[in-house]
């Protein structure tokens, strides 16, 4: 369960951090690439639908297998966010996670989360 502006799903993406010559790091180092997030914003007047949030942040970072070295290179960031409404008996899917809305109030929303969770963290 989640409240009005509370959060439903957060995904933290990453990816390998390269190593010196460009491939995977043999130690398993893994680099931030963004995140998104899904809020819950209330109920539309008219009962059938909800409004929604997605918030997307994407990381550019320069960070390599020499961060062990000290130098965690540099990194920017961008960020945008998305408001929309979702009927409430149709499930929303987003990065391999679909999000099942079981009940929505006013002031809670009620969901059941299902897919690869593990494999985006």
Excluded at 26 to 37: D, H, K, M, V
Excluded at 64 to 69: G, K, V
Excluded at 88 to 96: C, K, M, R, T, V
């Amino acid at each position: 369960q989640t409240y009005v502006g509370g959060t439903i799903l957060k995904l933290e993406l990453a990816e390998s951090l390269p190593n010196a010559f460009g491939r995977a790091d043999i130690y398993g180092g893994r680099r931030p690439t963004g995140s998104i997030e899904l809020k819950y914003l209330g109920l539309v007047s008219d009962g059938g639908a909800m409004k929604l949030r997605v918030l997307s942040t994407d990381v550019r970072t320069t960070e390599d297998w020499r961060r062990r070295l000290g130098n965690k290179g540099t990194v920017t960031s961008s960020a945008d966010a998305v408001d929309f409404e979702q009927n409430l008996n149709q499930p929303f899917e987003i990065e391999g996670v679909t999000v099942h809305f079981l009940k929505a109030e006013s002031a809670r929303l009620s969901y059941r989360l299902t897919g690869q969770l593990a494999s985006k963290r």
